[in-house]
């Protein structure tokens, strides 16, 4: 009954124009890794980290102002780092898991899966973590195949994973065989188009452009949209079909909808992930001519960008996602060896017909 609750408010929000849809908290910003398009790591100060109890204030406004998916993500939320109060980041995300699942909120965590192993998922589910998605970081086969096993784990044990790749154009041609590799293995791919906004999860590149070309987004998306058809790419329809058509990273967001939001280290307000303000979470109502008018400044000034997660808040695909969404049901019911097998069929059912796509690992 808990799960149905969740779904229908989450449901109730994606039919509503102007549905609070999607939340994003961004905890502590410590990790062990240096990725080459995220500044992320450089920005933590432990001093203005959010505590455990602010970060459940946060929790509490985002679902007051109804938004039902929450996604939690650092740093590395998993790390056996400590934080200002002394406990590790693992056990600051699982408390604000079990807060916000408590809540009804649909809660997702991202983590690169250096940290999960059994114990970490157990506790995880316990808290009552509904998704994982595992960012790959390490381009080869055993770096692909680590977090595979951790986003297995997580699907035996009912939290559906997905295994997330930032698409550059340097990366384009292998893009469709980890796609076909992951879902495989009975686990969910989904696509991240490189940013180069210079905010928080994006480098502002003064080198030649890692963005991938039209062509480029065309072929990979069209080819992830026929393994779609069975289930096993999170990013919804609408993303793989239109994200092609904004050149060079173009969309705009809605200035007049709040259809997604994003709560920044030490409890800003921010629009989101790259349009930051100096707000304090519950210092400003989003329904005041106050935050309209600072947003429609904000972004008509912030350069655009093509982040699939806001996109897709702002632009739900509801029927295209059915595929998606059934996957999704056998693993929250406890079949897993099923998607396995599903995922298998799907794969091969595109290698027989590739359509000039390389559904080979080649990584």
Same mark, same amino acid.
């Given at each position: ?22 939340? !994003? #908290?961004? *905890?502590? %910003?410590?990790?062990?890794? $240096?990725?080459?398009?995220? /500044? +992320? ?5 432990? @001093? ?98 680590? !977090? #595979?096993? *951790?986003? %297995?784990?997580?699907?035996? $044990?009912?939290?559906?994973? /997905? +295994? ?5 154009? @340097? ?193």
């Amino acid at each position: 009954m808990k799960e149905l609750s969740k779904g229908l408010g989450l449901l109730k929000e994606l039919k509503n124009p102007n549905g609070h849809r999607y939340a !994003v #908290i961004e *905890g502590n %910003r410590d990790c062990n890794r $240096s990725c080459s398009y995220c /500044a +992320v790591p450089q920005q933590y100060k432990r @001093e203005q980290e959010s505590t455990l109890d602010q970060t459940f204030r946060q929790v509490d406004w985002l679902r007051n102002q109804g938004y039902r998916l929450l996604s939690y993500l650092g740093g590395e939320p998993l790390a056996p780092f400590k934080t200002k109060e002394g406990i590790t980041f693992a056990e600051h995300t699982t408390e604000v898991v079990k807060y916000a699942a408590d809540k009804g909120m649909i809660v997702n965590v991202t983590t690169n899966g250096d940290f999960v192993n059994k114990d970490a998922i157990e506790s995880l589910k316990k808290a009552g973590l509904d998704s994982m998605s595992f960012s790959l970081h390490t381009y080869s086969e055993p770096g692909l195949n680590h !977090v #595979i096993k *951790g986003a %297995r784990l997580a699907a035996q $044990s009912k939290i559906v994973s /997905a +295994v997330q790749v930032v698409f550059t154009s @340097e990366r384009a041609s292998q893009i469709p065989g980890i796609a076909a590799h992951v879902a495989e293995q009975g686990v969910l791919f989904s696509v991240a188009i490189a940013q180069e906004k210079g905010g928080g999860f994006s480098i502002a590149r003064k080198e030649k452009s890692i963005i991938p070309t039209t062509e480029q987004q065309k072929e990979v998306l069209g080819a992830l949209l026929r393994l779609k058809s069975f289930g096993f790419v999170r990013d919804n329809k609408d993303y793989l079909t239109q994200a092609s058509s904004y050149s060079n990273n173009s969309w705009t967001c809605d200035a007049k909808k709040d259809t997604f939001i994003h709560i920044g280290a030490g409890g800003k307000l921010d629009v989101c992930s790259d349009v930051r303000t100096n707000i304090n979470v519950g210092e400003i109502e989003l329904s005041s001519k106050k935050w309209r008018d600072l947003k429609k400044e904000l972004v008509a000034n912030c350069g655009n960008c093509m982040y699939g997660c806001y996109y897709e808040a702002q632009n739900p695909s509801l029927i295209g996602d059915i595929p998606t969404m059934a996957v999704m049901g056998l693993i929250k019911t406890g079949n897993a060896k099923l998607v396995e097998r599903i995922g298998q069929f799907g794969v091969d059912k595109v290698r027989k017909n590739p359509k000039g796509v390389d559904w080979n690992l080649r990584i």
